[in-house]
């Protein structure tokens, strides 16, 4: 029979906080309406930013078919195919980007940017101009993935689009310059040491047919010399023989062929190079287009937080009102 009365006792408590509740059920509403309306100016006065997202990939084979060429040419034990040099100049493509300079340059000419930077100083226009490269982020891609994702956070998407379309257009003019630079260098390298092996081979000559002047032998003995040492070995090299042998006549004419030598190969490859410098490359395949601009302000996430919110404060505040009133009243009567 007590714990029957327990009971009833409870549901009669229940039933009390309910009535309580719903007697305050104007102010309840008065301070979640209240709450939401301090949400809602909360929500307004967050900048209302978007993630945009561009995925690059790696470039068709036939970009790279004359750089892979002139490659060739330049070191003819080039192994590398044109996959492994597709994913090199990708890797290549976003290194350049990560150093922010293009994007920075892009960003620049931005009005929200300009007004930002308009009154500083130079060395401060520089500090704020930085500031703005945590705004690009690059994921780099998984082990089997061959793909970049190029995440940038702006609160247009249209600008957004126009600042990262110019970034990446700058980062490939910048990376060509550089290549057609490097291939330029690496081919005045070559002829460098073209050129040296060869005035190695013109002191060595002009010194084996001043022997052969001396000796006065004009034409190849070479035969001769072989004939002669048969009977010893059969197997005396040519090249070990000394080379004043040959003659002077020889000798002269191989001199004169290499001073007056014109290197077409030479000629062919700085060519190519040169054809290069005017071909366009694309480093990456991408679609602008196809970004995708996903809102960071949660709207409806932080109007329901104020309204829940509201709820709660408003039914303690009843609670704790009606509370504090009964024991006023409990106190008066006795």
């Known amino acids: 029979m007590k714990k029957n009365s327990f009971l009833y006792d409870d549901e009669i408590d229940l039933i009390a906080l ?10 309840i509403l008065l301070i979640t309406i209240i709450s939401f309306l301090v949400g809602l100016g909360y929500n307004s006065q967050i900048p209302r930013n978007y993630l945009n997202s561009l995925t690059i990939n790696l470039s068709d084979n036939t970009e790279f078919t004359k750089f892979d060429n002139i490659e060739k040419l330049i070191k003819s034990n080039q192994i590398d195919h044109l996959n492994q040099s597709n994913k090199l100049n990708l890797t290549k493509f976003v290194n350049e ?4 300079e293009e994007f920075l340059l892009s960003i620049k000419n931005t009005k929200k940017i300009q007004e930002n930077i308009l009154k500083l100083n130079i060395e401060d226009q520089e500090k704020e101009t930085f500031r703005y490269a945590k705004l690009l982020e690059i994921v780099k891609p998984k082990k089997e993935e061959e793909k970049y994702t190029i995440n940038f956070t702006w609160h247009d998407p249209n600008e957004a689009k126009k600042i990262l379309q110019d970034a990446l257009n700058l980062t ?3 990376l060509k310059r550089s290549i057609d630079l490097e291939l330029s260098q690496r081919l005045e390298y070559k002829k460098k040491l073209l050129f040296n092996d060869e005035l190695i081979r013109l002191d060595y000559l002009n010194e084996q047919s001043a022997i052969a002047k001396e000796l006065n032998i004009i034409d190849n003995q070479i035969d001769n010399v072989n004939l002669s040492q048969s009977s010893v070995s059969l197997n005396i090299n040519t090249a070990d023989i000394a080379y004043y042998l040959r003659g002077y006549k020889a000798i002269d004419k191989e001199i004169e062929l290499i001073q007056n030598r014109e290197h077409q190969n030479l000629k062919f490859i700085e060519q190519e190079i040169n054809d290069l410098k005017n071909t366009e490359i694309k480093f990456a395949e991408y679609n602008i287009d196809l970004m995708n601009s996903n809102g960071l302000k949660n709207t409806k996430l932080i109007l329901s937080i104020s309204i829940l919110l509201g709820l709660i404060v408003g039914i303690f505040y009843v609670l704790i009102t009606n509370a504090l009133q009964s024991q006023t009243v409990s106190k008066k009567t006795k």
């Open 18 to 27: 309910f009535k309580i509740i719903w007697n305050g059920k104007i102010k």
């Open 97 to 100: 980007l990560e150093d922010y």
């Open 172 to 174: 490939s003019k910048n």
